[in-house]
């Protein structure tokens, strides 16, 4: 065995005392869900890899999350130098110059493999400015045995009056099991991510082709007066606690036969790791009403870089790995094709692998290739988003109603009181906004 000798040894002490010297520090601003917390366990491979770069995290829930970012990006605080945003806030922040592009990206990124729609969504003025992590759309996730048990069969195309009445036959609360899970946690990300793909079914608008709100309408009453009733009569206890994590603990575990929400959690519930139904679940696409336009959402959950980062350069060669092919290769070694970061590459979903091992897959794909943020609704409308609306007023204004109908299903108000209070507030933030006088 030959030895190192005395010189070559000091150099490579050096070396890394050298390297460990100029360590750059890269904060990462994340939602605490399970593709985050997977990533954070592997990016240690990253470090490994590049010993100049040392990585901090700061995960925390999803509303804490944007209220994080947003600070830290508007008011160029320099905490992060990555955080996780999305199709919303991405090229609001990018117009208002604070976010810096990704412009040099790998040759092996792959830049083309990403889906079209994600790109698009994630640019402003032809440049990226994040990276998609994962990608998502909503769908409808269901028990096949519970169903099975009472002789019913869901169609390939349901319809909220469908969901009902499955609910109704197969909720069953003596033995906790809910007929159905949605978000009720307060929060335009929240419950409005999927009430608003609620009311675009039902055939509502948030606004008219003048900008005037339009919440309190029949179709925003029977949206929402539908929603607060079925689940008081066949929804959890306390539902207004519940967001996406805590409906996801309550399906793995179970307690629920049906959930309407992200296409990421498909994953999550086949999981035999972690999940009670994996292998018992049906997936169909997120239901419809007057319209299939608008009913399931297009999201991704991505990195951008505040134009405060103190290490740009570093934060953009982490976040191009931990979007990369590579990194979801990795995933797959470690946990399984059927966890990797869904959503984001064509070669992903071409890939047999995780054909056969995420029978979720041809239903998220379909709802992300049919999900038009364009044309979210039944009538024209002068914003684009289906989840969302995409202006820079609509996160403090989709927090405020997701409050005022929280409220509702808690009983605390009644459903016409809490859309009186949402059209007025609505009305008062573009007036003021400038958008109408």
């Given amino acids: 065995m030959k030895r190192l000798t ?5 150099a490579v002490c050096l070396s890394a005392i050298s390297a460990y010297a100029q360590q750059k520090t890269v904060t990462i601003c994340a939602v605490n869900n399970a593709p985050m917390l997977e990533l954070k366990k592997l990016s240690s491979k990253f470090e490994q890899k590049n010993p100049d770069i040392k990585l901090n995290w700061v995960i925390v829930e999803e509303n804490v999350l944007r209220q994080k970012v947003t600070l830290d990006v508007t008011q160029h605080s320099g905490l992060y130098d990555l955080v996780y945003i999305g199709l919303y806030d991405t090229p609001i922040f990018a117009k208002q110059g604070n976010l810096l592009p990704f412009e040099k990206l790998p040759a092996d990124y792959e830049i083309d493999d990403v889906f079209k729609s994600l790109r698009d969504g994630l640019s402003y003025d032809g440049k990226l400015y994040a990276l998609p992590f994962y990608g998502e759309s909503s769908m409808l996730m269901y028990r096949k045995d519970l169903l099975q048990a009472k002789n019913l069969t869901m169609p390939d195309q349901p319809k909220y009056e469908d969901i009902e009445k499955i609910a109704g036959a197969v909720a069953d609360k003596s033995k906790g099991i809910y007929g159905i899970a949605l978000r009720g946690l307060p929060g335009w990300g929240e419950n409005m991510a999927f009430l608003s793909t609620l009311v675009n079914t039902f055939g509502g608008t948030w606004f008219d082709m ?4 339009t919440i309190d309408t029949p179709e925003w009453k029977k949206a ?3 929603y607060v009733d079925l689940m008081k009569k066949y929804g959890p206890p306390g539902a207004t606690s519940n967001g996406f994590n805590q409906n996801l603990t309550l399906m793995e ?5 049906m959930w309407i929400d992200a296409t990421v959690a498909g994953g999550m519930l086949e999981d035999k790791r972690q999940s009670k139904v994996a292998g018992k679940i049906g997936y169909a696409p997120a239901p419809i009403e007057a319209t299939p336009n608008g009913s399931h959402w297009l999201w991704s ?3 951008g870089m505040p134009k405060s980062a103190k290490q740009p350069e570093a934060a953009e060669k982490f976040a191009a790995w931990a979007t990369s092919k590579e990194y979801i290769a990795l ?4 946990i ?3 966890q990797v970061p869904p959503g984001t590459r064509k070669s992903t979903f071409d890939n047999p692998e995780y054909q056969k091992a995420a029978p979720f897959a041809a239903t998220t794909l379909q709802a992300m290739q049919t999900a038009d943020p364009t044309n979210p609704a039944i009538r024209q409308v002068p914003y684009t988003g289906i989840q969302f609306v995409g202006i820079p007023e609509f996160q403090a204004l989709g927090d ?3 409050q005022n109908i929280a409220g509702a299903l808690s009983g605390k108000t009644t459903v016409d009181q809490a859309l009186k209070d949402s059209q007025d507030a609505a009305q008062r933030t573009m007036v003021q906004a400038g958008y109408i006088k």
């Fill in 6 to 10: 005395l010189p070559l040894v000091v």
């Fill in 210 to 213: 003048q900008w005037h709100p």
């Fill in 224 to 226: 929402i007066g539908f």
């Fill in 253 to 257: 575990n179970g307690k629920a036969a």
């Fill in 301 to 303: 959950w991505a990195m």
């Fill in 331 to 334: 995933v797959a070694a470690d």
């Fill in 336 to 338: 399984g094709w059927g």
């Fill in 400 to 402: 405020q109603v997701g």
